[in-house]
T-cell receptor, first 112, second 113 residues
Framework: AQKVTQAQTEISVVEKEDVTLDCVYETRDTTYYLFWYKQPPSGELVFLIRRNSFDEQNEISGRYSWNFQKSTSSFNFTITASQVVDSAVYFCAGGSQGNLIFGKGTKLSVKP | NAGVTQTPKFRILKIGQSMTLQCTQDMNHNYMYWYRQDPGMGLKLIYYSVGAGITDKGEVPNGYNVSRSTTEDFPLRLELAAPSQTSVYFC????????????FGPGTRLTVT
């Protein structure tokens, strides 16, 4: 069975702080895919990143970075110098057989 | 290129009524999906399709039906609406399976009273 755990339900930070969102994906399969999506207050779901289980290189895109560690099944997401526009619910999702399983999401509030 | 479009954006149904949620994509994607999102929860898969004429159940298919007669369209039918179907419904598409990201429509907020 697959399971996606986002242990942080809500996080609140002050603008310009760095923040890390945690995600753990459990599966017995060796080949799998991991994703992060952003859901701003407007409600749409925006794709951020895709990673496969064979690629453990960290990735940086502007203020966003992702750290994948296969040994701990973690795929964490860091926002550097957070901004108010980063306020959203962030979903981690994973899949190895069949379809994607979504975590319950982490609500990030960035206060000015 | 509109991406994934959904209609309607909002709908209120009475218990026992039926309706169809429309979904269209213009990216020539093979795979299409229907999810529901309940408050404070992640997305749960209702049905999916890997191509025209092929559909399959997801995690929570009871109370819903789908069809896929064309690559572009993937309507979701609710028969005999119940309060438990109050949710936000998202349609998504992807080029193929898990190795490609899914693109989501704007969602339909459905209330059953």
């Amino acid at each position: 069975a697959q399971k996606v755990t986002q242990a942080q339900t809500e996080i609140s930070v002050v603008e310009k702080e760095d923040v890390t969102l945690d995600c753990v994906y459990e599966t017995r399969d060796t080949t799998y895919y991991l994703f992060w999506y952003k859901q701003p207050p407007s409600g749409e779901l925006v794709f951020l990143i895709r990673r496969n289980s064979f690629d453990e290189q960290n990735e940086i895109s502007g203020r966003y970075s992702w750290n994948f560690q296969k040994s701990t099944s973690s795929f964490n997401f860091t926002i550097t110098a957070s901004q108010v526009v980063d306020s959203a619910v962030y979903f981690c999702a994973g899949g190895s057989q069949g379809n994607l399983i979504f975590g319950k999401g982490t609500k990030l509030s960035v206060k000015p | 290129n509109a991406g994934v479009t959904q209609t309607p954006k909002f709908r209120i149904l009475k218990i026992g009524q039926s309706m169809t949620l429309q979904c269209t994509q213009d990216m020539n994607h093979n795979y299409m999906y229907w999810y529901r999102q309940d408050p404070g929860m992640g997305l749960k898969l209702i049905y999916y399709s890997v191509g025209a004429g092929i559909t399959d159940k997801g995690e929570v298919p009871n109370g819903y039906n789908v069809s896929r007669s064309t690559t572009e369209d993937f309507p979701l039918r609710l028969e005999l609406a119940a309060p438990s179907q109050t949710s936000v419904y998202f349609c998504a598409s992807s080029y193929t399976g898990l190795s490609y990201e899914q693109y989501f429509g704007p969602g339909t907020r459905l209330t059953v009273t």
